[in-house]
């Protein structure tokens, strides 16, 4: 029985051609790219390299991309950042009830350096509501922090709307695109001032990531020492991972081919049964690549474990929280009963994914509800 991998938006496989790009630097090539040495220099090379690659992909200056180890480093560091080098007059930060982990895992540290977070509610499809954003934003807000992209439910945000209430404060703008990175639904006209992206979401390997730092923004490291990444980052850069980065992100998407494959599934799906419900509507603004729904009656966790035996990956949510046995706090704030969320279940397509696989994979799907609700019965 052949495995059907449909969790792309935890992680996606490795390109090939990134693969091979970063070869050399696990090997032959070594050296410290601080070193002033020709080792040194080779290495330094391929990091700018890279970094300019980024810095095309995202629509920002050269100078503006600092590597990181991931995406939650890049959002712990931006919000961090930007709040241990706050002025006396700006103390507030707004953030929205459905962002990552990552995000949220801030407000504690927030508050112990005395800043007052307050939280944006957000609507049913988990986008930050607009004009409650627009009614809390005052001269005293420093930072606003929002996703481009939810990473369970696919939801798109207008992000361009945050930033402009934003810069009409005087406020910082602070976006999550790890899930909307080298996508269609990226916005080159975003104006961030800082963005968060990472390699493993779009080609690249596990442990890089990148932080747009838009010039004029105030930041203070996290990591101190050694001047690394325009002194915003110390340590010996991760140059294979940083290399294989800058490659990612020149690989065209896809995207065409991770719609067909969600359409190919919930087509199969509904033909299958009608007992199910989407959790966003097929008009509104979503990645091309999520599916997410439940099964009333069916817990996630039973039906992602009879899933797992049949050859299908899948997740109840974000990765980062999979272990979690409390339902997720996005469709908790999206006004979902507990129970409702613990039914849910999040299907994402990637660019290796094939329309005959979704169909295989709806089938499955649909076989191994009907064993949950067969064995309740008995």
Known sequence: MDRLFFDHAATTPVLPEVVAAMEPWVGHEFGNPSSLHAPGRTARAAIDAARESVADALGCAF???VFTSGGTEAAVTAILGVALAAPADRLRILISRAEHQAVLGTVTILERIGMRVEWIDVDAFGRPRLDQLEN?????VLLV???????????ITDVVAVGSACRQHGAYHFVDAVQTAGTDAWCSKLEADLIAISGHKIGGPKGVGALTVRGGTTIKPLIAGGGQERELRGGTENVAGIVGLG???RHPDLTANRRMARDAFLMELRN???DFVESIAAD???????????FPGVGAET??????RAGVAASSGSACSSGSVEPSHVLLAMGWARSE?????RFSFGRTSTEEQAIEGAKRLSLAVDEIKHAAAS
């Open 341 to 345: 969320a613990k039914e849910a279940l």
């Open 272 to 274: 299958q049964r009608s």
């Open 303 to 308: 039906l992602l474990i009879r899933l797992d």
């Open 284 to 294: 509104a603004e979503q990645l091309a690549g999520h599916a997410h729904l439940r």
């Open 63 to 65: 100078g503006e991309v």
């Open 136 to 140: 809390r934003m005052e001269d005293d």
């Open 247 to 249: 490659v990612a992100v």
């Open 145 to 155: 922090s929002t996703m481009h992209a939810n990473n369970e439910v696919g939801s």
